[in-house]
């Protein structure tokens, strides 16, 4: 059973980083894809970025391009997202989930295993 527990979330001011952790029990971590979403509320889960198995590739969305940085440790069978200069408009609900096809593509039907998330919230 693989298990995805994320940590690292809390509430910080605009202009603020905070570092997520992706940490993934229960499977082969290194032929994974990882991929961070988010959910703000009363609004869709939407893709932040994705990484490849290998972190060759990565992919973003554009709201986070230039500020956000993904990358993962396969050793410590954790991810990570580093955040900075943080907005308002970046608080939501932040999940990891996990990509057996190895992609860390944006497309949420590739990811079979999902963490509960964590809390970001940015005030300004």
């Known amino acids: 059973q693989v298990q995805l527990v994320e940590s690292g979330g809390g509430s910080v001011q605009a202009g603020d980083s905070l570092r997520l952790s992706c940490a993934v029990s229960g499977g082969t971590f290194h032929i994974y894809a990882i991929g961070w979403f988010r959910q703000a509320p009363g609004k869709e889960r939407d893709f932040v970025t994705g990484?490849?198995?290998?972190?060759?590739?990565?992919d973003y969305a554009d709201s986070v391009k230039g500020r956000f940085t993904v990358s993962r440790d396969n050793s410590k069978n954790t991810a990570y997202l580093q955040m900075n200069s943080l907005k308002p408009e970046d608080t939501a609900v932040y999940y990891c989930a996990a990509d057996p096809l190895g992609l860390g593509t944006e497309y949420q039907h590739n990811y079979n295993y999902w963490g509960q998330g964590t809390q970001v919230t940015v005030s300004s």
């Open positions: 990484i490849s198995w290998n972190g060759v590739t990565t």
